[in-house]
Each structure stands twice: as C-alpha cells, then as structure tokens.
C-alpha cells in the first residue's frame, strides 16, 4: 500500500503543494485540513489518529513528541511511522524526500519506524 502522510500542523502548508507539484497522486493532508484531525490537536490524540488512518507524520516537534511516541508504544500502539525534518533544510528537499519515500517504499515499511529527512 502506498504511503498516506499528515503533515504536522507547525508545517508550512507549502510543503504539501510542492509534494503534490512533483505527483498530484500523493495522499497527503495537514493538520487543520478537511478529515484531518484539528489545529490543536495534543500529540497522544494525534498519534492514536494516525495509527487509526494509517498515516505516516511528518513533523518537527523533537521536543514533545518522542516522550508521546514512547508513551504510545508502552500502551500497546502503534504508528505508520514518523519522519523528522531536518533543521536548515529547504522546503523543496523535504517535498522531494517526501516524494522519494512515496514512490520506493510501501506503507507497512514505516510501521513503528522513525527517520529523518532528507537522508
């Protein structure tokens, strides 16, 4: 199964039509987009969306989110996988990276995994 993504609600809402410029086919949402959960939604309810919907996130909160991820797990969840942005990277590198992941890996990859891109 393709990769689906939810971009976190601190991202550039940019990112999603420059990953749509590269293949309008991507499913991808932001927090605060129609059937995505809403702006402001804590992290713990976010991650239980995502393991709901199958979606990987796309995020850059590092502060709170890996304690949520941990508390997720030891409750018995799980996640279609988180990937980090990293600092001082253009918007156009993540969309591609972004693209990159949705064209060479399947969704059931991610389960449970975390990365950062670009690479």
Known sequence: MKIRFLLD??????LKFAVWRLNPEIDIVRVGDPDAPLLGTPDPELLHYLELS????????????PGHLENHWQAGGHIWGVIWLRPGTTLASWAEAIFLL?????????IDQLDWIPF
């Open 54 to 65: 199958q979606r990987l996130l796309v995020t850059d909160n590092r502060k709170s989110m």
């Open 102 to 110: 949705w064209e060479t890996t399947d969704s059931e990859e991610w």
């Open 9 to 14: 609600e601190n991202l550039p809402n940019k």
